[in-house]
């Protein structure tokens, strides 16, 4: 367990509607990231949070947004869902330094039919 | 956009064997990390490289931060099939405040045969 906690692990939906992901760092972590990744990309840097702001943009779809609660967890909402989005969705957060790379969690795997 | 090559795409070795991997990128990153990923799983942390030149170790796995700060290699020695998996290098630059975003290269699919 790596202390980043994603939900739910598997998701299947129908193209054109919307799903949330879920994500709750490890304790002490204030930086949430996002990350797509698929077969032919590779792990995508979507977008940052840190303390509940926005920090960095990444290759996100205007389709795709996030936010970062003050609890620290985000969620990642994906809307008009397309066959193409179908993908691992990786959430990672990482302490105040953030020298120390990303501790990532177990991914939610999103399925567009 | 910062974008890292990474190489080779795949391997399939003999248990036992030595191998090695590397990232290049036309940009200068502050902090090269290795990450491994197994089916099912998020990457995990393997070794960070602060310091250009900087070589570590972490048990049978060793990697170097290149001097120009443009590359990295990671090695595994004496490969055992739990080393299987898929293996990605990781820049991350110096953007100052608190934004730390990863680039990532597309990865190495490591298959050891027992």
Redesign the interface.
């Known amino acids: 367990d790596?202390g980043?906690t994603q939900t739910p692990k598997h998701l299947i939906t129908a193209t054109g509607q919307r799903v949330t992901l879920r994500c709750s760092p490890r304790s002490g972590d204030?930086?949430v990231?996002w990350?797509q990744q698929s077969l032919d990309q590779?792990?995508q840097?979507l977008i940052?949070y840190?303390?509940g702001e926005e920090?960095?943009k990444?290759n996100i779809l205007e389709r795709f947004s996030a936010q970062q609660f003050p609890d620290l967890h985000s969620e990642l909402n994906l809307s008009s869902l397309e066959l193409g989005d179908s993908a691992l969705y990786?959430c990672?957060s990482?302490p105040?330094q953030?020298?120390?790379?990303?501790?990532?969690?177990?991914?939610t795997r999103l399925t567009v039919v | 956009g910062q974008q890292l090559n990474q190489s080779p795409q795949s391997m399939f070795i003999q248990e036992g064997e030595d191998v090695s991997m590397n990232c290049t990128s036309s940009s200068i990153f502050n902090?090269w990390?290795w990450?491994k990923q197994e089916p099912?799983?998020?990457?995990?942390?393997l070794i960070?490289l602060?310091k250009a030149g900087e070589l570590t170790s972490n048990g049978r796995l060793t990697a170097q931060f290149g001097i120009t700060r443009k590359d990295s290699f990671l090695n595994i020695s004496a490969s055992i099939p739990s080393d299987v998996g898929i293996y990605?290098c990781?820049g991350?630059g110096d953007?100052g405040?608190?934004?730390?975003?990863?680039?990532?290269?597309?990865?190495t699919l490591l298959t050891v045969n027992p």
Do not use: M
């Open positions: 790596s980043v204030l930086s990231y990350y590779g792990l840097f940052q840190y303390n920090r960095a990444g990786f990672a990482s105040p953030g020298v120390y790379g990303y501790t990532f969690g177990s991914g | 902090t990390l990450y099912g799983e998020g990457p995990v942390l960070a602060y990605f990781a991350q953007s405040g608190s934004n730390y975003k990863l680039t990532f290269g597309k990865g």
